[in-house]
């Protein structure tokens, strides 16, 4: 089977050309915007409140919000600059307005790193304590504040590294351990110091051989290395332990549950910045693909509207209709450019004018089923669409929502061409409402 084919449950495919041979390119370093916007949230959990005013000059590095929460995560400016003011936008990570700070950039230059720490010589309070400070939190799209991670996994058996990469336009992780092999390595030995030292393993949807020098420096400390199945869903930390370790995460329960942490590549190297370097996480790796443009791998400052990598990119802003934010599968669209990249950024794919949403006149549900054969956690959609239209909290909690990885599958594969997802997630928001309510 070609790579760039991902075989789902029911013997569906995946299309992933679109990234097919992208982990060849290096990662393009783009200059700051001339405005950064800074969404107070960037992460699963509460926004921060701003600690700056309109008209407060700022330094790159700087803490500009942060909140008391037990998953609250500080978010720091990427630029030198003046903060223009507040201003709310939708959100890549909920579709929703949030406010969000915005700063003129006057300065390009970075934060500074401090002096080298030695990790091994830090207790594992002190690595949450600087992991948090530096606003580290889950890249792989999630955003689950990697401190509060850490915390709930003290003791675990094991830790992977999720580098499956599988959504079907993103090639970043797999760069990023071509690129930067050491300073991952690195980062994943200082989660592993946080834990405890548990055993590391390291997924991959490479070949063995395609990562010389990090399967060296894998091999030098102990870490293995597992080269996994071409599978798009197999991406979820849920699907992904078994996948790997061969046990099952149960229903209502998470990976630390059963001895597990996951953590992201990204997140790895973050961290590892963070606490060998004090630097606070205020850029990223993405990948952007657009037909007939093609795709690159970018290394960007968060904050970075999309309208910017255009501009760097040489392409013209009139010639897309809409954008999406994360995976070409599960991301948000929005149809306008001033968006900016959040932490959880893994990749922007632009749709030109000529290619309208497949799901703009849905028919309606024709029971084929092909939903309910191809989910990967083997709930029925199908069924769960029709409980959600009715609000019915009984057969949404019967039929087992809260399973849902929101994967898009359903809405892939579906004839009459239904967007199952969004809908889905406000089955899940309804009971979350309806649980509160009864609390």
């Known amino acids: 089977m070609p790579a760039e084919r991902y075989r789902e449950r029911g013997g569906f495919f995946v299309d992933a050309r679109m990234k097919h041979g992208l982990e060849e390119l290096p990662f393009q370093e783009v200059s700051a915007p001339p405005e950064v916007v800074l969404f107070l949230r960037q992460h699963i959990g509460p926004a921060g409140k701003p600690l700056v005013r309109e008209g407060h000059r700022v330094r790159a590095g700087q803490k500009v919000a942060d909140s008391d929460d037990p998953l609250g995560v500080p978010v720091h400016s990427p630029v030198s600059g003046t903060v223009v003011g507040l201003r709310e936008l939708p959100h890549p990570m909920s579709g929703r307005p949030e406010p969000a700070l915005l700063i003129r950039t006057e300065d390009e230059g970075m934060p500074t790193p401090a002096d080298e720490q030695d990790p091994d010589k830090l207790p594992p309070e002190e690595i949450l304590a600087r992991v948090r400070e530096a606003g580290v939190v889950g890249m792989g799209g999630a955003g689950y504040p990697t401190h509060a991670k850490l915390r709930s996994g003290r003791g675990a058996r094991f830790l992977l590294i999720n ?7 993103v090639a970043c992780d797999v760069r990023l351990l071509r690129e930067r092999a050491e300073e991952v390595a690195a980062g994943i030995g200082v989660l592993a110091r946080a834990l405890g030292e548990p055993q590391v393993l390291v997924a991959t949807r490479t070949a063995p051989g395609e990562l010389p020098e990090f399967e060296r420096l894998a091999q030098e400390r102990g870490f293995r290395v597992v080269h996994i199945r071409p599978c798009y869903s197999v991406g979820s930390e849920r699907l992904l ?5 061969g046990f099952e995460v149960p229903l209502g329960r998470y990976p630390p549950d059963v ?16 606490v060998r370097y004090g ?46 934010f994360g995976s070409a599968l599960m991301g948000w669209a929005f149809p306008e450019a001033g968006i900016p990249v959040v932490k959880t950024t893994t990749g922007v794919v632009g749709l030109g004018r000529e290619e309208p949403s497949p799901y703009a006149r849905p028919l309606p549900c024709m029971r084929c089923g092909y939903c309910d054969r191809v989910c990967p956690v083997r709930i029925y959609p199908s069924l769960i669409l029709a409980a959600v239209k009715k ?6 909690r019967r039929l087992h929502l809260e399973a849902c990885i929101e994967c898009g599958l359903c809405s892939y594969v579906c004839p009459a061409r239904i967007l199952f997802t969004p809908l889905l997630r406000d089955g899940k928001a309804f009971l979350r409402v309806q649980a509160l309510t009864k609390g």
């Open 279 to 324: 630097l606070p996480l205020v850029s990223r790796g993405l990948t952007f693909w657009a037909q007939d443009a093609g795709g690159r791998n970018l290394w960007v400052r968060v904050g970075t509207p999309v309208r910017h990598l255009l501009a760097f990119m040489g392409l013209a802003e009139e010639r897309f209709s809409r954008f999406v």
């Open 241 to 245: 332990v078994p996948e790997v370790l």
């Open 163 to 169: 580098t499956k990469e599988s959504d079907p336009n």
């Open 391 to 396: 609000g019915d909290g009984r057969a949404l």
């Open 259 to 274: 001895g597990v942490v996951v953590h992201n590549v990204a997140t790895a190297y973050a961290a590892g910045q963070a």
